[in-house]
């Protein structure tokens, strides 16, 4: 069993029924998103961690993404590890990161809506606008954001590992596309920013690695299109596996055209080596074919602008064991992109930008 699924009619008819039956036990309303569920989701949960992560595209060409954590994805039965993740590249492409971490008592989060302090670091927001303040050593960001797309969860926003239904890792996107602006601070020298913002929320107990070989996962913005990508592939055991786990979300305005994941199909060509011994494709193209109509995603001529080793925070005695079994390796990119829509009376082809990712576990 391996590849990607065969969508068929009823397969398409299964998943509706069982994401409906899941948007009921969990107490979610159909389509829509509400204020609470970007709240702290895992506030009785000792063994779960969190993530609301941010990431700006500013008009000078620079960039930030912001990330607040409760602890580790690699250790969600750990204790409490509150981080704030700061990257800022410069429009030169000068790469600036910092990590601040903070203890326990340090850390308070509301359940009801996003209102989240580690330290001197918060955000506070209600979907369709958020407030930011990040500071870490020589820089600072102070951030507010206005929603232009709308919100939206995959599904019923979890999905489970076993079935048993007790292993899970959950995602809604609060703000796909926004407007941005604020100031920017470093060694003392601010300046104002504007642009645009992309801002999601991720929570679970499943340690990724021990379920996932790797995923593809992009955003982009272009014309008046917003779109959203994934896909998954599962660990292959006793030649079981290697199963292709699509997402897609794709709107246009504040309509939402398509989020059915299940006809996305994904086809990678031109392999190269990429560094600390992974490799990455140069040509990605997406594609979303149903009875509704189709849409293709191809993407092209990847940067590399991020490489993060996974193994960082471990202990260096326990770095070379994992490296005898695995290579965890994140990548991100910058590349351009061609959208071509033929669904829900929209007829378009368009092209810009697109921000994906390469996450490996493996």
Same mark, same amino acid.
Not at 44 to 71: H, L, M, R
Not at 247 to 272: Q, W
């Given at each position: 069993?391996?590849?990607?699924?065969?969508?068929?009619?009823?397969?398409?008819?299964?998943?509706?029924e069982e994401n409906a039956a899941a948007l009921k036990r969990l107490g979610l309303k159909p389509d829509v998103v509400e204020v609470w569920e970007d709240g702290y989701r895992t506030a009785e949960e000792s063994d779960a961690f969190e993530w609301w992560y941010f990431d700006a595209q500013f008009d000078d060409g620079s960039t930030v993404v912001i990330t607040f954590s409760t602890?580790?994805?690699?250790?969600?039965?750990?204790?409490?590890?509150?981080? /704030?993740?700061?990257?800022?590249? *410069?429009?030169?492409?000068?790469? =600036?990161?910092?990590?601040?971490?903070?203890?326990?008592?340090?850390? *308070?989060?509301?359940? &009801?809506?996003?209102?989240?302090?580690?330290?001197?670091?918060? /955000?506070?927001?209600?979907?369709?606008? !958020?407030?930011?303040? /990040?500071?870490?050593?020589?820089?600072?960001? %102070?951030?507010?954001?206005?929603?232009?797309?709308? *919100?939206?969860?995959?599904?019923?926003?979890?999905? =489970?590992?076993?079935?048993?239904?007790?292993?899970?890792?959950?995602?809604?996107?609060?703000?796909? !596309?926004?407007?941005?602006?604020? +100031?920017? $601070?470093?060694?003392?020298?601010?300046?104002?920013?504007?642009? $645009?913002? !992309?801002?999601?929320?991720?929570?679970?107990?499943?340690?990724?690695?021990?379920?996932?070989?790797?995923?593809?996962?992009?955003?982009?913005?272009?014309?008046?299109? *917003?779109?959203?990508?994934?896909?998954?592939?599962?660990?292959? @055991?006793?030649?079981?596996?290697?199963?292709?786990?699509?997402?897609?979300?794709?709107?246009?305005?504040?309509?939402?055209? +398509? %989020?059915?994941?299940?006809?996305?199909?994904? &086809?990678?060509?031109?392999?190269?080596?990429?560094?600390?011994?992974?490799?990455?494709?140069?040509?990605?193209?997406?594609?979303?074919?149903?009875? &509704?109509?189709?849409?293709?995603?191809?993407?092209? #001529?990847?940067?590399?602008?991020?490489?993060?080793?996974?193994?960082? %925070?471990?202990?260096?005695?326990?770095?070379?064991?994992?490296?005898?079994?695995? #290579?965890?390796? =994140? =990548?991100?990119?910058?590349?351009?992109?061609? @959208?071509?829509?033929?669904?829900?009376?929209?007829?378009?082809?368009?092209?810009?930008?697109?921000?994906?990712?390469?996450?490996?576990?493996?």
């Amino acid at each position: 069993m391996s590849g990607e699924l065969q969508v068929t009619p009823e397969l398409r008819k299964q998943a509706a029924e069982e994401n409906a039956a899941a948007l009921k036990r969990l107490g979610l309303k159909p389509d829509v998103v509400e204020v609470w569920e970007d709240g702290y989701r895992t506030a009785e949960e000792s063994d779960a961690f969190e993530w609301w992560y941010f990431d700006a595209q500013f008009d000078d060409g620079s960039t930030v993404v912001i990330t607040f954590s409760t602890k580790p994805h690699t250790k969600p039965k750990g204790p409490l590890a509150p981080v /704030v993740l700061v990257i800022y590249r *410069s429009a030169d492409g000068e790469r =600036y990161s910092r990590a601040p971490k903070f203890a326990p008592g340090e850390l *308070s989060a509301a359940t &009801e809506v996003c209102d989240v302090s580690i330290g001197p670091n918060w /955000v506070r927001g209600e979907l369709a606008s !958020y407030e930011l303040h /990040v500071e870490a050593e020589d820089i600072a960001v %102070d951030l507010t954001i206005e929603r232009e797309g709308p *919100s939206w969860r995959p599904g019923a926003a979890v999905s =489970y590992f076993n079935s048993a239904k007790t292993k899970y890792f959950a995602w809604v996107v609060a703000v796909p !596309y926004g407007k941005v602006k604020g +100031t920017l $601070t470093r060694a003392g020298e601010s300046r104002t920013v504007q642009g $645009t913002v !992309y801002h999601d929320h991720n929570w679970g107990n499943a340690v990724m690695g021990n379920m996932l070989d790797h995923w593809y996962w992009g955003r982009a913005h272009v014309g008046d299109f *917003s779109i959203i990508f994934a896909q998954l592939v599962t660990i292959k @055991l006793f030649g079981l596996g290697g199963i292709k786990l699509p997402v897609f979300f794709l709107a246009k305005g504040d309509r939402i055209l +398509t %989020d059915d994941g299940l006809p996305l199909v994904l &086809e990678t060509s031109d392999e190269v080596e990429g560094p600390k011994g992974q490799t990455y494709p140069k040509k990605l193209d997406f594609r979303w074919e149903a009875e &509704e109509g189709k849409a293709e995603l191809a993407i092209r #001529n990847p940067k590399l602008i991020e490489v993060l080793d996974m193994t960082e %925070d471990m202990p260096e005695w326990k770095k070379p064991l994992v490296h005898l079994f695995a #290579n965890p390796l =994140y =990548y991100d990119f910058d590349a351009e992109l061609e @959208l071509s829509v033929d669904l829900a009376g929209v007829k378009e082809r368009v092209s810009g930008r697109v921000i994906f990712e390469k996450m490996m576990f493996h």
